[in-house]
Nanobody, 121 residues
Framework: QVQLVESGGGLVQPGGSLRLSCAASGSIFGIGVMGWYRQAPGKQRELVATITSGGSLNYAESVKGRFTISRDNAKNTVYLQMNSLKPEDTAVYYC???????????????WGKGTLVTVSS
């Protein structure tokens, strides 16, 4: 069974940095686009950044220049380096990936359970 597991969340002061990781595990045939989304209290889930298997990047305007997404295809892992964090970055961050499992004939969208990032002094 395919699953995504995030790590790296926590409490950080404004201006600080955190690095999130998300590892895909299970019987995986292939992984397409991977990304990070976030949901702040009382708000809808929003895209933060995505990266394709070929390395094409996409960022939300609100994080451009501060966040960097990367992936290690050999480890089936995606990362989100977050610098210059602001209180408005506080949210639950979710990992997302489009994965073809070995038992499936088509790609499916998978989500992690989320990791909380709190930016506060």
């Amino acid at each position: 069974q395919v699953q995504l597991v995030e790590s790296g969340g926590g409490l950080v002061q404004p201006g600080g940095s955190l690095r999130l990781s998300c590892a895909a595990s299970g019987s995986i045939f292939g992984i397409g686009v991977m990304g990070w989304y976030r949901q702040a209290p009382g708000k809808q889930r929003e895209l933060v950044a995505t990266i394709t298997s070929g390395g094409s990047l996409n960022y939300a305007e609100s994080v451009k220049g501060r966040f960097t997404i990367s992936r290690d295809n050999a480890k089936n892992t995606v990362y989100l380096q977050m610098n210059s964090l602001k209180p408005e970055d506080t949210a639950v961050y979710y990992c997302n990936a489009v994965i073809v499992a070995q038992s499936d004939s088509s790609a499916k969208n998978y989500w992690g359970k989320g990791t909380l990032v709190t930016v506060s002094s």
